[in-house]
């Protein structure tokens, strides 16, 4: 499979697209949903002429619950269907300046400048004991982009969570708090205890954020030892203190809880298995570096303008390069001597990059993990939209009958929608990567000028003079930095992360010629260019050559005619 972009008049690319399973198991769920959703509507319907309207009333909300996550996960699959890229996007690697706008941003000067410039990729270190087991475990993985390795250590976190917890429930268990009806208001407790603590890192939706927005860790040191001190002591404490602790509000079995963590540390598992199976190698990160040393009598200014123009002229199809930065160098004539620096950091327009021009069978990488193992996850995904289905027409039945275990089946419904939910995100986060291809160059000038004045001409004898100011630059340093930069992007305004760089030898020298070429062919004296001021200067010269000699005035017939005269 290949990229497919529009013309270059449009400048919109239309991607294949990376969802396309996905959206057929999103799909999938969204009509057995919306039909179990409908047909527990009619079942409320019959129940509110022949039955409790109370109850009637709480079956609808629960039919219509589901008829909600329906059209969320059709509207969820209407938005994917297909991405375009239009103006502007993707988005840039750094803040990006308008055609007549100068400066910079801390971002350009801070990554992509020091990136070119130290030739290596930045990869943030562990920030807590966990992620830097998960890194000892996984080493290949710090190669990954940012947002697949916040979501593995999120992940990560969640799992040794879920372990814990199974561990806990399973000590908790075997110890007990006896038979009886003491011993099953012990297990509830610590059933309800243990389904809560559990709750924050199992159901979040939301954990495929870069690692600088997640905040606190799931799991810390304190939180563990609490858990294993709750499973060897809990037990006993609330056996201990059983005659005065009221009857569970959710009467939550020990085996139902351990299979909700089961089913949690499935998704765990299936996730680390598709990233675990499409590790990356440490990327390239060459850069082609020229360093040079110019002696220029001109504005070094005019380096900046035809640097612009040499961008122009490699414009794919046409589209403006990302400007970065530019700083133009300042030149003040009237002093006599001073120092000046320029830059100009310059991006080619991103496009959709493909592993070694699809020759071979590869092709784009569309995922950060394993395909086959995302398409176990998608099919868990729906399996659990059926197993929350089938218990959501169990709830409207107890709720239909008056049974007393709604408040546990309500409870047990709802851990499984969510994680229903959190399985659809992982393998969208996992499966929804767009990479591009791009040429980053960067170039910088600093040295030191003197202002002086040039004249042309006999100032006795002759009656034509001119007078030049020029800017007389010794040893100006060049540098150029040139690399084809590939990148990736999560989502269609997901912020671009560089994953590898590799030079590019020929761009840079041809560039640095043309500009070494343009920059000392400039002239830096006032000559007369058109042909009026050539023939009068002629006219001017001859009639003068005359009268220092002394001769008589050539006839008016010899006299070239300047123009205008008749």
């Not at 640095?512 to 006219?539: N, P």
């Amino acid at each position: 499979m290949s990229y497919e972009y529009g013309s270059s008049s449009s400048q919109n690319f239309t991607f294949p697209n990376p969802l396309r399973e996905h959206n057929v198991f999103l799909g999938a769920a969204a009509g057995i949903s919306g039909l179990a959703g409908l047909i527990l509507l009619f079942q409320a319907r019959i129940a509110l002429h022949g039955g409790s309207r109370t109850h009637a009333l709480a079956a609808a909300v629960v039919a219509f619950a589901m008829i909600v996550i329906a059209g969320y996960l059709l509207f969820q699959l209407f938005s994917q269907l297909r991405f375009f890229f239009g103006r502007g996007r993707p988005v840039g690697l750094a803040p990006q300046l308008q055609p007549d706008q100068q400066g910079t941003s801390p971002a350009a000067e801070s990554v992509l400048k020091e990136t070119l410039r130290q030739q290596a990729l930045e990869y943030p270190e562990p920030g807590d004991p966990l992620s830097s087991l998960l890194y000892y475990l996984v080493p290949d993985l710090i190669y990954a982009p940012r947002p697949v390795r916040g979501f593995a250590e999120r992940q990560f976190q969640s799992g040794i969570l879920t372990a814990a917890l199974l561990a806990g429930l399973l000590v908790a268990a075997i110890l007990g708090g006896g038979g009886g009806e003491a011993g099953a208001r012990v297990s509830g407790w610590v059933a309800i205890i243990l389904l809560v603590a559990s709750a924050p890192g199992l159901l979040n939706p939301k954990a495929g954020t870069p690692r600088a927005d997640l905040g606190l860790n799931v799991l810390s040191v304190p939180q563990m030892a609490g858990l294993i001190a709750f499973s060897v002591l809990g037990p006993v404490v609330i056996a201990l203190i059983g005659s005065a602790l009221p009857p569970p509000p959710v009467a939550i079995g020990t085996g139902t809880l351990l299979l909700l963590l089961a089913m949690a540390g499935l998704l765990h598992g299936l996730f680390f298995a598709a990233v675990l199976r499409h590790r990356v190698a440490a990327p390239s990160t060459a850069v082609t570096t020229i360093q040079d040393t110019w002696n220029i009598s001109v504005n070094p200014a005019m380096l900046s303008a035809e640097f612009m123009r040499a961008m122009q002229d490699g414009w794919w199809e046409k589209i403006p390069n990302r400007r970065y930065c530019r700083v133009d160098p300042e030149v003040n004539l009237q002093q006599r001597a001073g120092q000046f620096q320029g830059s100009m950091v310059e991006e080619t327009q991103p496009v959709p990059f493909v592993i070694d021009g699809g020759k071979g069978g590869s092709d784009r990488p569309f995922s950060s993990g394993n395909p086959a193992i995302i398409t176990g996850i998608n099919a868990y995904a729906l399996l659990l939209t059926l197993v929350a289905s089938v218990a959501s027409f169990l709830l409207v039945g107890d709720l239909l009958d008056g049974s007393s275990g709604v408040a546990s089946l309500l409870v047990c419904t709802l851990f499984v929608w969510a994680l229903a939910r959190a399985a659809f995100d992982v393998a969208r986060f996992l499966t929804l990567r767009f990479d591009f291809r791009s040429t980053l160059i960067w170039m910088d000038m600093s040295g030191s000028y003197t202002a002086a004045e040039v004249a042309q001409g006999n100032r006795y004898t002759a009656n034509l003079q001119t007078s030049s100011q020029i800017v007389q630059i010794e040893g100006m340093t060049f540098r150029l930095w040139v690399a084809e930069v590939h990148s990736v992007a999560f989502g269609k305004d997901g912020q671009r992360f560089i994953v590898s760089m590799m030079g590019q030898p020929d761009l840079a020298n041809g560039l640095a010629q043309r500009l070494k070429a343009f920059i000392t062919s400039q002239a830096t004296l006032v000559s007369f260019g058109s042909t009026g001021d050539q023939d009068r200067a002629q006219r001017s010269s001859m009639m003068n050559a005359q009268l220092n000699l002394g001769n008589a005035p050539l006839p008016f017939d010899r006299i070239p005619p300047a123009d205008g005269d008749q």
